[in-house]
């Protein structure tokens, strides 16, 4: 029974499967010349969508203009042989990568090789639409010779234009680098890979490794001009954070009133909530480029573990070069990184203290305004009480007042009363009534 095309499959069993061998390296055989090329277009701080299809119109390009049919706007790695050379291209997140292979002559010299790259087959309409997006240039000669290491490696040293500073190993049990990992005056750097006894296949393996050990290099090292921008800037949020510090702790001998205490610290507040704000804005300009970084140093450190390198006596490794020069940058990175992050955190301690100091004077502000408004409640209970007096006063006044209307008035009809004297009698009895007839009153109204 057949799966290939089956519903069994998960629908992305397939394309997983592929991805392990969608890059394959080029199929080199001694003597080759190659020039390497990565464009990096991408000038922002987020990958877009944009940059992928950049690449992908460049590489259109120059298929039309030899003729080939273009691939597919979703493909990432292209493989055609034109004639005259070969191309692998290969599409990545942040940058693209054109590696042109040609064999030539046993007997060409390698000053002559470096002089006959395959970049004189490229259209120069096509090669000035890249201005200004290459990153990395190099050419590579792959030579077969039987020349002692030694005796080699003095003949090699004219190829670098003079560079006392020679990088070279014996790597795969098989194969030499050399290089100075310098721009040369054509503006390429230049690798030098001898084939001593390499086996089948191994040559266009060692070649990818190091192009990918150049471009990753590369790719990392841009997040050095990020941390070294961003240095100053630290300096600046460190020394007005220490300021702002010391401002807090000078506000507590210094503040004469709480309320102007208050307004000293909402200002403090103001100017920490601002320092917040500008650290959080260059960690995202930069969170993404030292990430980037790296990640890219990580690939750089697995592809020269893979050469195996075996040191040639008087000349440093590619290991060892990169220790030394490749790997402070990182370094520098990754302490900016930390940086950011620990002035961050220390940013948010001193806010959330300040806002805690705000919030203590403004309870101790609270609680004298319930002392004042219970001050006032009983100014007003006792006003009220000595109104409430006069209240029984005036009120058992105007009661007397109807009781001697009411016995005058029964005295002209008739009755044997003396309207006087039974206001008097009525007076006291009036003024209880009325007492406790508020009283009374107050009662309910509380129980309420």
Known sequence: MSITYSSL?????????????????????APERL??????????????????????????????????ARPSAETKYFFYDFGRFRLKWECHTEFSTYTFAEKHETTLLLTDAFSRVPLSHLPHEWLLGLRGKIIVAAHVVLDRSDVATDV??????QLFEGNMLVVGSQVLQGGEIWTDFQIQSDGFSRFVVRDVGLREQQAGHLIQRVLEIETYRMMALLGLPHAQKSAPILNVI????????????????LSSSSLMEVDDEQALLRQITGLA?????????????????QAYFRIVQSRIEELREIRIEGVPTVGEFMDRRLAPAMNT???????????????????????????IVQEQQNRKILQSMNKRAAQQLRLQQAVEGLSVVAISYYLAGLFNYAGKAAKGAGWPINPDIMTGILVPIIAIGVWLGLRSLHKNIHTL
């Open 9 to 29: 499959n998960h629908p992305l069993r397939i394309h997983l499967a592929a991805e392990v061998h969608s890059r394959p390296f080029l199929r080199l055989d």
């Open 35 to 68: 020039t390497h090329l990565a464009i990096y277009s991408h000038q922002g701080s987020d990958v877009s969508e944009g940059s992928a299809s950049t690449h992908y119109e460049m590489l259109s390009a120059l298929c039309v203009h030899f003729g080939v």
């Open 152 to 157: 080699a490696a003095k003949d090699l040293r």
């Open 238 to 253: 460190e020394a007005e954070l220490a300021m702002l510090t010391a401002t807090m702790v000078d506000t507590d001998a």
């Open 277 to 293: 704000a500008r650290i959080e804005k260059l960690s995202l300009e930069n969170s993404y480029r030292f990430s980037a970084s």
């Open 333 to 359: 990175c990754t302490s900016t990184a930390r940086r950011q992050e620990a002035l961050a955190e220390r940013i948010a301690h001193t806010n959330d203290l300040l806002r805690t100091r705000v919030g």
